[in-house]
């Protein structure tokens, strides 16, 4: 079945520069050039502003010391941090809400999905549903919340010889309104089954390209949960991590017109687009359906892209729910307070795996997968 699903999603797959040229003609090329493809141009904080259907993106990299007997910090944590509120970079890194490990002890959430892309170091999730994994290092966590659940998210420091440097993003994703209250899911895309290449340009330069999800070219990625915004091909949702080398041009095609789609430009000095220079730590909003030239300016840049067709649906939040009104956030409140959603079945709110456990995945449903 999957692979007639990806056989259909690469016959159906967003064309290549190559067909794209041969098909328009170069001068329809340069017509499309002329075009205004850039919207808009804003510079980036911790939380990154997204447009329908994503609701934001938060971009974690911190440089963490050795880690302790108890895979914390080891190092004072008395000394100038708000424990258990420390969002403060001191010393290049953060506790958040742990007070022993850093990371974001057990915490609800509803109505949404999120995407947790783990470039560098480990997340340990543990959830109210009796799941649990550890994950990273180029594994991502897709996690479909629906009607309800809590989670951890912990940042275990499992090197003891040497620092833990942890750099991920997370994204959130919105579900439209038939789905918010469907069973919560979570899946693993692990780094090895991530469709990655690597396109050199008439330079010889290269760029390395990560298929998170949204097909590229003739690259399918997995299939996303089955009540995602994402499942449906029709609405194009796209997670794609671009590094372009010191110097290299990446052609990335056209989608399809009316969909939102903004690169985020996070690491480098320069990034050139369609002529147009963008600074270090900035987002653009493009036409989606206009041929994007990049090139690393300097030295190389890495892009993440975020693409999708708006749900077009009222949005109302408030901290960890995501619906439609506030009578329906009303109610997700007093449903978490009758419930729990589920409860807490760990004996701590920021529980982490042993230290010589790799990484895993144990499903609600007792599934298991282990990876080395």
């Not at 399809?256 to 430009?265: C, H």
């Not at 708006?310 to 439609?324: D, K, L, R, S």
């Not at 807490?344 to 529980?351: D, E, F, I, L, V």
Request: charged share 25%.
């Amino acid at each position: 079945m999957e692979n007639k699903r990806r056989s259909f999603l690469k016959k159906s797959a967003l064309v290549t520069l190559g067909s794209v040229v041969a098909a328009k003609g170069l001068s329809a090329m340069n017509e499309d050039k002329e075009k205004k493809t850039i919207k808009r141009v804003r510079a980036l904080g911790f939380q990154w502003e997204t447009l329908d259907p994503f609701l934001f993106c938060v971009h974690h990299e911190d440089f963490f010391p050795e880690g302790n007997e108890n895979m914390g910090p080891d190092v004072n944590l008395l000394k100038g941090r708000n424990i258990g509120s420390d969002f403060h970079i001191k010393d290049g890194w953060r506790m958040y809400h742990g007070k022993q490990v850093p990371g974001f002890p057990g915490h609800p959430h509803r109505g949404f999905e999120t995407i947790t892309v783990v470039r560098k170091g480990m997340v340990d999730h543990s959830d109210s549903l009796g799941a649990a994994g550890r994950y990273g290092d180029g594994d991502v966590q897709w996690m479909t919340a629906g009607k309800g659940i809590q989670h951890a998210e912990m940042f275990p420091l499992i090197n003891k010889d040497k620092p833990n440097n942890l750099e991920l993003f997370q994204i959130w994703l919105n579900l439209p309104k038939k789905s918010k209250m469907v069973e919560p899911h979570f899946k693993m895309l692990w780094n090895e089954g991530i469709p990655k290449f690597i396109q050199d340009d008439e330079n010889g330069n290269k760029a390395y390209v990560e298929v998170i999800t949204g097909v590229l070219g003739e690259h399918a990625p997995t299939t996303p949960p089955p009540n995602s915004w994402a499942a449906d091909n029709n609405n194009e949702v796209a997670v794609w991590n671009i590094k372009i080398e010191k110097g290299g041009t990446f052609y990335l095609p056209a989608a399809s017109a009316g969909l939102n789609r903004s690169l985020y430009f996070y690491e480098g000095k320069k990034l050139g687009l369609n002529g147009s220079n963008i600074d270090y730590y900035h987002a653009v909003d493009v036409e989606s359906d206009h041929i994007l030239k990049l090139e690393a300016i300097d030295e190389s840049a890495s892009i993440l892209v975020l693409q999708g067709k708006p749900i077009n649906e009222p949005v109302v939040q408030h901290g960890p729910f995501v619906m439609n009104s506030r009578q329906e956030i009303q109610q997700a409140f007093e449903d978490y307070q009758k419930t729990q959603f589920g409860g807490w079945p760990w004996s701590t709110y920021g529980p982490v795996h042993d230290r010589s456990k790799g990484r895993f995945a144990k499903h609600a449903d007792g599934k298991e997968e282990v990876k080395s």
